[in-house]
């Protein structure tokens, strides 16, 4: 039987906030609907599109887009493996959508327990330069 003891860490950068009793209160209350009502089928459909639209995009940026899939392809090249696996990204997205929805049907139930009023959340502050 095992015995893990699992932790919830949150980070969260802000700035400009005097009160940082505003930033826990802003947290907690944030989890707190989360453990009422999970996540929302449409949030995470729309975060989905959101990685969807980037990979198929393929925006390097100013970086040379050619440079940027040989690099990809070196990561299993270098290993005598086929160096044009990691460029074909449309299989794991869709196994990524399927353990999404997943996700989604397990957050229901598992939010309220793992947010429960026996959870422990402990706040650490600092100053970000």
């Given at each position: 039987?095992?015995?893990?003891?699992?932790?919830?860490?949150?980070?969260?950068?802000?700035?400009?906030?005097?009160?940082?009793a505003?930033?826990?209160d802003l947290?907690?209350?944030?989890?707190?609907?989360?453990?009422?009502?999970?996540?929302?089928s449409?949030a995470v459909?729309?975060?989905?599109?959101?990685?969807?639209?980037?990979?198929?995009?393929n925006?390097?940026?100013?970086f040379?887009r050619?440079?940027?899939?040989?690099?990809r392809?070196?990561?299993?090249?270098?290993?005598?493996?086929?160096?044009?696996?990691?460029?074909?990204?449309?299989?794991s997205?869709?196994?990524?959508?399927?353990?999404?929805?997943?996700?989604l049907?397990?957050?229901?139930?598992?939010?309220p327990?793992?947010?429960?009023?026996?959870?422990g959340?402990?706040?650490?502050?600092?100053l970000?330069?």
């Amino acid at each position: 039987m095992c015995h893990y003891q699992t932790a919830v860490t949150v980070a969260v950068g802000v700035h400009d906030i005097v009160a940082s009793a505003q930033v826990e209160d802003l947290v907690l209350s944030e989890l707190e609907k989360l453990k009422n009502g999970g996540f929302s089928s449409t949030a995470v459909e729309a975060a989905l599109n959101s990685i969807e639209f980037d990979l198929r995009e393929n925006n390097t940026g100013s970086f040379p887009r050619g440079l940027s899939l040989m690099l990809r392809s070196m990561s299993s090249w270098i290993y005598d493996k086929d160096p044009f696996q990691p460029l074909q990204w449309t299989d794991s997205l869709e196994h990524f959508k399927v353990l999404s929805c997943l996700f989604l049907v397990l957050s229901r139930f598992c939010f309220p327990f793992c947010l429960s009023h026996h959870a422990g959340f402990s706040f650490s502050y600092g100053l970000a330069h």
